[in-house]
């Protein structure tokens, strides 16, 4: 056998993880991942203190990027002081989103209308940088996609989305990437991988939200960005795809969405 007829591994990007929230070391989390052949993901914030955390882990490791923003849990602590500081973070070259920001109306931990207002100032915010929007929505789809309808954002993804073939199809009218977790194994999901069958090859994604939603068949254990591996497999059998193209494909994506010009 020659060194051609030896297929190299597929390359990934896992396009939203939170390191804070992992046991290890964010240092061996990546080691862990780059021995997976996993070369970059984005590492997310939710609040003021763990979007300076991201930015911190991204400005040490050099695969590791960064999303800034108030999740919609904690919409009711974005007040001036904590929007300036979300503001001076996307200011640092590491950072390449605002998110992970949106509507959660099925914990509903923040009032409904906290979570507008949270949504609507970030929203603007990214605009007037013209930063990434990584959108979470939970029980929250039409409203969400009316907001964005008013002006969407020029870069836009959908993280971990959850929903039907229906609300893929609005995703990507308004110009959204479509991020997929490890949810989409789990045997109750096939309504999620019918939504992954109506999305164009050039703009799925592909994320491990670790360390929740362990794929399978690391379901039950916690997650981590080595694992992005195991749902790009998976999502690649879902759409009819090899995991090499879905690799390629998501890989290029991630980097065009998120505005990179490196691995």
């Known amino acids: 056998m020659t060194p051609a007829d030896v297929e190299t591994p597929p390359a990934w990007f896992d396009a939203h993880c939170h390191l804070d929230m992992i046991e290890r070391e964010p240092a061996d989390v990546v080691a862990s991942a780059r021995d997976g052949n996993v070369l970059s993901m984005v590492t997310i914030g939710t609040d003021v203190a763990s979007s300076k955390r991201a930015v911190e882990i991204a400005s040490a490791i050099e695969e590791v990027w960064a999303a800034v923003g108030v999740h919609p849990h904690d919409s009711s602590a974005l007040d001036e002081a904590a929007l300036a500081e979300i503001d001076r973070l996307s200011g640092d070259p590491k950072v390449v989103a605002i998110g992970e920001i949106g509507l959660d109306f099925y914990r509903d931990l923040s009032p409904r209308d906290a979570q507008r207002e949270a949504f609507s100032r970030?929203?603007?915010?990214?605009?007037?940088?013209?930063?990434?929007?990584?959108?979470?929505?939970?029980?929250?789809?039409?409203?969400v996609y009316s907001?964005?309808?008013?002006?969407?954002?020029?870069?836009?993804?959908?993280?971990?989305?959850?929903?039907?073939?229906?609300?893929?199809?609005?995703?990507?009218?308004?110009?959204?990437?479509?991020?997929?977790?490890?949810?989409?194994?789990?045997?109750?999901?096939?309504?999620?991988?019918?939504?992954?069958?109506?999305?164009?090859?050039?703009?799925?994604?592909?994320?491990?939200?670790?360390p929740f939603l362990s794929p399978a068949p690391n379901r039950g254990r916690p997650n981590e960005p080595a694992n992005v591996a195991n749902v790009g497999t998976f999502l690649a059998e879902v759409v009819g795809r090899s995991p090499q193209e879905i690799a390629e494909a998501t890989t290029a994506n991630s980097r065009r969405v998120f505005g990179l010009t490196q691995p």
């Open 147 to 210: 907001i964005l309808a008013e002006d969407p954002p020029e870069r836009l993804v959908f993280h971990c989305f959850s929903g039907g073939a229906a609300e893929a199809r609005r995703a990507l009218e308004l110009g959204g990437h479509l991020s997929f977790a490890g949810n989409i194994s789990y045997p109750k999901s096939e309504e999620l991988r019918e939504a992954a069958r109506v999305v164009p090859l050039d703009r799925l994604m592909v994320e491990t939200d670790s």
């Open 122 to 143: 970030q929203l603007g915010l990214a605009r007037g940088i013209s930063k990434t929007v990584v959108i979470h929505m939970r029980d929250a789809h039409e409203e």
